[in-house]
């Protein structure tokens, strides 16, 4: 804190303080300002004074609150005097000043003061107290060397050299130069300067500087020195989003979540490189939307605008440019305000050329009803899904539009997991809002912000599927943010997500066009994998883990048989029991699962068999019934049904279990691979050329190696759920030739263990042995393979006692939890192999539902080899 240094004097106002002062600026400050007439305020005369008097007598400073004013006025007259050019003359350190116990009074005195001329006083007195401190040093080395050059003079002259005893005197030979004297000892070396303060990272490896600190962005990010393609246009702008870093840090903190949930968010809504203009038959820029124009070259297509307020800009020029008929949805604005959602804009004029605002040159209808998660009353208003809304309508047939104010988050996660509605848009077109509290996202009121965020970005990033990014507003946002002039003094709250360097994506506006449009035939699909690459190495490397403990590297040399759980990876995990009857064994399972793996979801699908929907409402997991179809040896049902399992779950991987797999803890060995079963020693696949050929059509130089064959795939394997969605799509499966290897193999290869590997390794996907899956054979205690200590069981019919969960009896408390099986789904014999109709599974069950919903046929070279007869057998 300041010292009272001045000299003991009398106030007179005229006089400088002593030396002491060059040690307290603000003195210094109070006098140069008393010094100064023309600069001297009148009413602040007594306060200067009276306050260099005080400096005599540090306790009367403090009693009589005297310091305060002179810091204030000090500060204003150094600023005043570096904006007129005097800084040599009252060079003091100002830094010394910043530091003074009353900042706010100093900032307060100066904020009319240019910054730049208080940075530039700054470093002029920096350098001048560096030039100070230089000659000082050069004048004590010259005096040393005159003194010594004295003292050596004296003692020639006078030969009043004093020996000590017994040592002769040197000789001396007049007439010739006195030896010259020993130099002085060297200066002891100055100290070492302190080591840099460490740098903060965030988990994702990214830098965090602290409050008026300067930005520093990774080497090789692509904002370091990006250019603006369309610097002028105030919309929605193609090509990935320039959002150079502010110079330093303006918010008064730094979180690291915010930092990493916020570059995810950048990198999920960069559009890939080669979403061109040239791919697009050019771009439509317009407000917030950027559009592909080859989207626009569909014939019956419709148009859904969801929050419109007064005036709907979005659905008029659809209207105008493309006679789109437009639907329009809004349940908070009243139709006394909003000619649309009161029927009174022009609707159907054929042309609005000379018609003011509010003109739609195609039908429109409005409707008062919102959009939400589920058909719904909420505080008096109609909300309705985005599926009911869009029923009826065919693929590529409507361009979506969504401006909900933060009730967007379900509506889209919902349509992430539904293929059927994703392929019936053609644009997609929203303003995103992290982190709202909407009314229709109350369920999500009690999570803390990062977790909502991050769930948040996941959805964005699922968007990315099946719809390819066309552009955004965040560049005209940047542009927008002047943190040198909101934040001049670094003091503005943190926003609630940003970018490391400081921008903050919150909300803004985003285009997407669906991969269908631009990409039929899946050309780029290699290329996405290449960029997704590209862009997950750009990023910064995580931060390095803590050094390891005494404890840890006695832990390390653990030798025992038995795996640890490892934990340096915590992937989340969702279980998906495939079942049919044998309730006790469910209810069983279920209760493990929760106990093994407490924050897992659970999703039970029951393949026309037993219900166990009251057993879900009671343990808190997620119930499907599908109708019958023998799913194990059909992949088009068995792996449609496992799509939709991995999408409810949400879950980094899934975990396929059936009624007689059993549990024994926790995962001890996490996936490295995107599927991995117990280990089947010796297996092979032929054809493997086949799945080869088509997989490296999407990753180069892949291979279906022998080791991967060895994985089986039943109950107890584990499944990433990214492969899920991509590999066991329904567009994925209806695109393999099943026939092809079925005609040239066996029919084994529609069985799910076969179906999958196959599916798999022609998508490109890495498959392992998983030991913790173990197979258990005839011995009772031993197993057959995997570890001993596997998290999941599998048996064989040959296990002694049989299969132990078959075993189990269905307790008396328990008898309410499950129901059995519908009589409709009774009729039907479904305990067949090479039996799947697709047109008599929707005369049947009235809709694709839990199946495939592309139509296949097998063969008609299976058909003979497997009923020479000619009686094919069907579900009935």
């Given at each position: 804190r300041p010292r009272a240094i001045v000299a003991r004097r009398r106030c007179d106002g005229i006089g400088a303080p002593t030396h002491g002062a060059k040690e307290e600026p603000a003195a210094f400050a109070v006098w140069a300002f008393a010094r100064e007439p023309p600069f001297r305020p009148p009413k602040r005369r007594r306060c200067v004074r009276r306050a260099y008097c005080y400096f005599d007598n540090w306790a009367m400073v403090q009693q009589k609150r005297s310091f305060r004013c002179a810091l204030a006025v000090g500060a204003f007259a150094l600023a005043f005097i570096a904006l007129n050019n005097s800084g040599k003359r009252f060079a003091v350190d100002i830094r010394v000043l910043d530091a003074a116990s009353d900042q706010r009074l100093l900032f307060e005195a100066a904020k009319a003061i240019d910054e730049q001329s208080i940075a530039a006083a700054r470093a002029e007195a920096a350098r001048l107290e560096a030039q100070r401190l230089q000659e000082r040093a050069e004048a004590e080395e010259d005096e040393a060397a005159q003194q010594s050059a004295a003292r050596a003079a004296a003692t020639l002259s006078t030969g009043a050299v004093k020996q000590p005893r017994g040592v002769p005197a040197p000789s001396v030979s007049y007439g010739e130069p006195a030896p010259a004297p020993p130099p002085p000892p060297p200066p002891p070396?100055?100290?070492?300067?302190?080591?840099?303060?460490?740098?903060?990272?965030?988990?994702?490896?990214?830098?965090?500087?602290?409050?008026?600190?300067?930005?520093?962005?990774?080497?090789g990010d692509p904002m370091l020195n990006c250019q603006y393609e369309f610097p002028n246009a105030q919309s929605s702008r193609p090509g990935a989003p320039c959002i150079p870093p502010t110079t330093i840090w303006p918010y008064k903190d730094n979180t690291a979540w915010k930092v990493d949930l916020g570059e995810r968010i950048l990198?999920?809504?960069?559009?890939?490189?080669?979403?061109?203009?040239?791919?697009?038959?050019?771009?439509?820029?317009?407000?917030?939307?950027?559009?592909?124009?080859?989207?626009?070259?569909?014939?019956?297509?419709?148009?859904?605008?969801?929050?419109?307020?007064?005036?709907?800009?979005?659905?008029?020029?659809?209207?105008?440019?493309?006679?789109?008929?437009?639907?329009?949805?809004?349940?908070?604005?009243?139709?006394?305000?909003?000619?649309?959602?009161?029927?009174?804009?022009?609707?159907?004029?054929?042309?609005?050329?000379?018609?003011?605002?509010?003109?739609?040159?195609?039908?429109?209808?409005?409707?008062?009803?919102?959009?939400?998660?589920?058909?719904?009353?909420?505080?008096?208003?109609?909300?309705?899904?985005?599926?009911?809304?869009?029923?009826?309508?065919?693929?590529?047939?409507?361009?979506?539009?969504?401006?909900v104010e933060g009730s967007e988050w379900t509506v889209l996660d919902m349509l992430t997991k539904n293929d059927a509605d994703q392929a019936k848009i053609r644009t997609l077109d929203m303003e995103l809002h992290f982190g709202f509290h909407a009314s229709s996202e109350k369920a999500f009121d009690s999570w803390d912000m990062e977790r909502r965020i991050e769930r948040e970005v996941r959805i964005v990033e699922a968007l990315r599927r099946k719809f390819y990014v066309t552009g955004t507003t965040l560049e005209v946002y940047r542009q927008g943010w002047l943190p040198e002039q909101d934040c001049p003094q670094q003091q503005c709250d943190e926003p609630i997500v940003h970018l490391a360097g400081g921008f903050s994506p919150r909300m803004f506006a985003i285009s997407f066009v669906n991969k269908r449009i631009v990409d039929p035939d899946g050309k780029f699909e290699s290329k996405e994998i290449e960029e997704d690459g590209a862009s997950a190495a750009r990023a910064p490397a995580p931060s390095p883990a803590a050094p390891p403990t005494l404890e840890t590297d006695a832990a390390s040399q653990d030798t025992s048989a038995a795996a640890s759980p490892d934990t340096s990876a915590q992937p989340t995990y969702g279980f998906y029991l495939h079942v049919f009857d044998a309730p006790a064994a469910v209810i069983h399972q279920v209760r493990q699962v929760k106990k093994h793996f407490p924050t897992s979801p659970i999703y039970v699908m029951s393949d026309g068999g037993t219900r166990f929907d009251k057993l879900c409402e009671k343990e808190g997991c997620i119930f499907k019934l599908c109708p019958p179809a023998n799913d194990r040896w059909h992949p088009w049902p068995f792996l449609h049904r496992l799509h939709e399992g991995a999408k409810a779950l949400g879950t980094d991987y899934v975990i396929m279990l059936e009624p007689d797999n059993t549990i024994h803890g926790p995962i001890k060995r996490h996936p490295k691979a995107d599927a991995g079963g117990l280990p089947v020693k010796d297996r092979k696949f032929g054809y493997r050329e086949f799945a080869e050929k088509t997989a490296q059509k999407r990753k180069p130089g892949y291979k279906w190696t022998d080791r991967a064959m060895g994985a089986g795939l039943a109950g107890g394997a584990y499944f990433r759920t990214a492969a899920i969605l991509d590999a066991f799509s329904d567009e994925s499966v209806a695109e393999f030739d099943w026939n092809y290897i079925a005609d040239k193999a066996t029919k084994e290869v529609y069985s799910s263990d076969f179906a999958m590997q196959y599916l798999l390794a022609a998508r490109g996907y890495e498959i392992e042995p998983w030991d913790d899956c173990a197979q258990m054979d005839k011995d009772k205690d031993k197993v057959h393979s995997g570890a001993q200590d596997a998290a999941f069981r599998h048996y064989c019919s040959c296990y002694p006692g049989g299969k132990p969960t078959y075993n189990l009896q269905v307790q008396a408390g328990d008898r309410n939890l499950f129901s059995p099986q519908l009589a409709k789904h009774s009729a039907q014999n479904s305990v067949c192999q090479i039996c799947y109709n697709y047109t008599k599974y929707i005369k049947d069950w009235g809709s694709t539902e839990c199946t495939n919903q592309y139509d296949t046929h097998y063969s008609e070279l299976i058909l003979k080899r497997y009923f020479p007869d000619g009686k094919y057998p069907q579900m009935r």
């Open positions: 070396p100055p100290p070492p300067p302190p080591p840099p303060p460490p740098v903060r990272k965030t988990p994702g490896g990214y830098i965090m500087p602290q409050q008026g600190e300067e930005v520093i962005l990774p080497e990198r999920a809504v960069t559009p890939y490189s080669f979403i061109k203009e040239d791919l697009c038959d050019g771009w439509d820029m317009f407000g917030d939307q950027t559009w592909c124009r080859k989207a626009f070259k569909g014939k019956g297509v419709s148009g859904f605008s969801f929050g419109i307020e007064e005036r709907d800009l979005y659905s008029e020029y659809l209207s105008a440019h493309y006679r789109i008929p437009m639907r329009l949805y809004d349940c908070f604005q009243g139709p006394e305000s909003s000619p649309p959602i009161a029927g009174r804009a022009k609707n159907a004029t054929g042309s609005c050329k000379n018609v003011g605002g509010h003109c739609y040159e195609a039908p429109y209808w409005p409707f008062r009803v919102c959009l939400g998660a589920k058909k719904e009353m909420i505080e008096g208003r109609r909300f309705d899904t985005l599926t009911n809304h869009l029923a009826g309508f065919g693929p590529l047939s409507t361009h979506v539009k969504i401006d």
